[in-house]
């Protein structure tokens, strides 16, 4: 597949989908594709940063899982939906 081909795909996928939130993170993609100056935190939305903040608040306050917890947890989740 050459350049052509590949663009003419990529607007395809663009004008087939009316998410916002899917078009709005491919302009922030490839904005910070083209301005490789600009820091990747400045491209992510508010509700992105809002939620690093708090995993970062959480992290500080000690509201975090074992690695070993959480996946001993999804193990038993996903058992007992076999189960069923």
Not at 55 to 61: A, K, N, P
Request: aromatic share 8%.
């Amino acid at each position: 597949m050459n350049a052509t081909e590949l663009k003419y795909d990529l607007l395809k996928l663009i004008l087939d989908t009316d998410d916002i939130s899917v078009l709005t993170q491919v302009r922030t993609y490839l904005n910070n594709l083209n301005n490789k100056s600009t820091d990747w935190y400045e491209g992510l939305s508010e509700d992105n940063i809002e939620e690093i903040n708090q995993g970062l608040s959480d992290v500080q306050e000690g509201n975090t899982f074992a690695d070993d917890y959480v996946r001993a947890s999804i193990r038993q989740k996903i058992e007992n939906a076999k189960q069923k």
